[in-house]
């Protein structure tokens, strides 16, 4: 309860500064939204283009997943102090980091300088900050597993990447979450990147946007909510399974 | 099968060790044969898990000489052990997500990385691993995960490790904690019973009774010293 009163004095405060609370507002807003309505519809013609356009951005979320896989696989040992030299740790860590503050459409815009609008610039764009995530969230459970186990494994004489190798196996609750949840966030990541020129449904979206066309912009977005949601579902069912 | 003629497999001499300003261990000498299992005894927080840790390796003492195998602890020999020294901890260190063959082949994983990272490790590993399990007498669970088997089956798991590791020398923390008294007998039973493989043993245990019934010598660790209690 205390956490509701907490949230409420600074939210209507700062709903005061920001001018929320005119009613003008709020009348405006509900004329526009009727009027908005009033022009919304589909266009059948377009399904077509809709469905490829979301099949480019499901092969750019799921090859930014797949090969950020790989990247966090290989940076997160270097990243943990447990499995690394300190001073490579704390490098690797910093450079993880770093590369995590830049945000996806960043990326995108970075790759579409590098390589040109497309597909490629936004599968490049998502591979590399899905692998600065998951070299978070992998370096973090790799640090979480019991110290008794690593203890047992480097007796043996297990070390570096085969140690890490062994522990992801411990941890791959942990590592299969993680990559699901990142498959979800990418293709709703990718969904936008079009904006940008880096391919996928935004793309449209906004092209359609921009000569006012709203039957053609809700095809599109009805298309995206469909294989976000099919996404969750498939996630959902991954994650209860494992 | 290895040499008594080779000298102490585990040698300590005069080892102290302290966490901050807590000395845990003060001057502990020690002295383990090829063939030999030695059991220590001591109540909670004496030390006996930093013992074995200092002998595993896993950390260096303040004072003294620790040597295993011939190889002080802190000298870049140590390092050339590897897989000579198999150490089971309280929770038994195994991976889970992997099955019972997967934990005991892993025992080779330093030998063989690129089997290990593969996971193609020949038909030779593979029936040597199941043999090791067949020896605790769960062949039939190779392929079940670890999670999934009972405490005592996992410590099973864990002694088919050491045996498919062949490591000289086994160093083991309350292996029998939280087991009821039939299973603990067969899993020390089967523990001890690599002695005759040459294989020297430090464990770590409560029942003195156990204890006495299959260790060779026990130990006492009190106010951070050992010394022989039977």
């Given at each position: 309860m205390r956490i509701v009163v907490v949230s409420l004095i600074p939210t209507a405060a700062l709903a005061y500064i920001l001018g929320l609370v005119d009613p003008g507002l709020w009348a405006r807003a509900g004329l526009n939204i009727s009027r908005f309505i009033l022009l919304l519809g589909v266009r059948n013609d377009l399904w077509g283009d809709a469905l490829a356009a979301v099949y480019e951005t499901l092969i750019i979320s799921v090859f930014g997943v797949s090969c950020g896989v790989l990247l966090a696989y290989l940076l997160a040992p270097l990243a943990s102090p447990l499995l690394a030299p300190r001073t490579i740790a704390i490098a690797g860590r910093i450079l993880a980091n770093s590369a995590r503050t830049v945000p996806a459409i960043l990326w995108a815009i970075l790759f579409v300088i590098l390589v040109g609008p497309g597909v490629k610039a936004g599968a490049l764009s998502l591979a590399i900050y899905t692998s600065t995530y998951l070299a978070k969230f992998f370096y973090e459970a790799l640090e979480s597993v019991d110290r008794e186990l690593l203890d047992s494994l480097r007796a043996m004489g297990l070390r570096g990447y085969i140690l890490a190798f062994a522990l992801y196996t411990h941890i791959r609750r942990q590592v299969i979450s993680s990559i699901l949840f990142m498959l979800e966030y990418n293709v709703r990541t990718a969904a936008i990147l079009g904006f940008v020129g880096a391919g996928g449904v935004g793309y449209y979206i906004l092209q359609y946007l921009s000569i006012l066309d709203y039957p053609a912009v809700l095809t599109f977005v009805i298309a995206t909510i469909a294989i976000v949601a099919a996404i969750d579902i498939a996630s959902y069912i991954l994650r209860t399974r494992i | 099968m290895l040499s008594l003629a080779q000298g102490p497999a585990v040698e300590l001499r005069g080892v102290v060790f302290s966490y901050g300003d807590k000395r845990v261990l003060n001057g502990v000498d020690l002295e383990v044969f090829h063939g030999e299992a030695i059991a220590i005894m001591g109540r909670s927080g004496a030390g006996k898990t930093t013992l074995l840790k200092i002998i595993a390796g896993l950390l260096k003492p303040g004072e003294g000489v620790a040597k295993i195998l011939g190889c002080v602890s802190s000298g870049s020999c140590f390092d050339n052990l590897k897989g000579k020294i198999a150490y089971i901890p309280q929770t038994l260190g195994l991976v889970e997500g992997g099955s019972a063959l997967y934990n005991v082949l892993l025992a080779k994983a330093p030998e063989k990385p690129l089997r290990f990272i593969t996971?193609?490790?020949?038909g030779y590993y593979v029936s040597k691993a199941l043999e090791a399990l067949e020896a605790v007498g769960l062949l039939e669970k190779a392929w079940t995960r670890v999670e999934k088997l009972s405490g005592g089956e996992r410590q099973r798991v864990a002694i088919a490790r050491v045996i498919f590791q062949g490591a000289p020398v086994i160093l083991a923390d309350e292996p029998v904690s939280n087991l009821d008294l039939e299973t603990a007998r067969d899993v020390v039973g089967l523990l001890t019973e690599l002695r005759e493989r040459g294989v020297a043993i430090v464990a770590v245990m409560h029942d003195r009774d156990l204890a006495q019934r299959y260790f060779d010598k026990i130990y006492v660790l009190e106010s951070g010293v050992l010394r022989v209690i039977s």
């Open positions: - | 996971g193609i490790w020949g």
